[in-house]
């Protein structure tokens, strides 16, 4: 079985989904990410899509999913990198990846953590880029 | 034909190998980061393959070329992530990766690259990097 490794970059961990998703394959990455979560206090979650041609039904219920755990375990996921004929064939199917953040590329995805852990935490950081105008998109 | 996506994350590039390399792929790959090297300026590349089972010869012969082509674009280097069986593997095989610059893991990976660099221009640079000006969330 092939697994998706989960990266640790700073506060965030990165994983950048290559294979096509089976079952056994997309409950092993839930597991990882959120025993990764755990154990290093990560606070956000990026999901790369660019190497997806498909986005299929399963793929979503599997990234909302994984939104959800996250969430449950105080980290924030986005995904990022979906292609333009991804998204129209989303959109077409009647997937509109509600309650899944999604940002164009992972720098932006890194910059919309950090913009919402800055919300989230007023007190503690005092980053000057907390504009409220730039919330998740539905 | 798939294809591995090549991510930018502030000053670097990011590669993860999950799937077996091919020739095409690799030679895609080659191109693929070649040319993001140039279009982004990136000084950095990190390469890795913590999904992989096996590196046989073919796939250390592609990790020093590509480290070869992105040292003459000035750019630098570093796998990480490698399995214990598969460093071992590797030295029994009579592969030992030379001129190939490793680490444990990606944050290690970036911390090694930011170091070298910041040996390799001891002058301050305050380079302005252009932030991309599409930053609008779709």
Redesign the interface.
């Given at each position: 079985m092939?697994?998706?490794?989960v990266?640790?970059?700073?506060d965030i961990l990165?994983v950048?989904i290559?294979?096509d998703m089976e079952d056994q394959t997309a409950l092993q990455l839930q597991e990882d990410l959120a025993e990764r979560i755990v154990a290093t206090g990560c606070h956000g979650v990026i999901i790369?899509i660019?190497?997806l041609d498909i986005v299929d039904s399963f793929v979503g219920r599997t990234l909302a999913t994984i939104a959800s755990v996250s969430r449950v375990l105080d980290a924030e996921t986005v995904v990022v990198?979906m292609r333009p004929a991804v998204?129209i064939t989303l959109v077409e199917l009647g997937l509109s990846l509600q309650g899944i953040r999604?940002?164009?590329?992972?720098?932006?995805g890194?910059e919309?953590l950090a913009r919402s852990r800055a919300e989230a935490e007023p007190d503690d950081d005092d980053e000057d880029e907390a504009d409220p105008a730039?919330v998740s998109?539905p």
């Open positions: 092939e697994r998706v490794p990266l640790k970059i700073g990165l950048s290559q294979i790369d660019s190497a990198g998204a999604t940002a164009l590329n992972v720098e932006l890194i919309m730039a998109t």
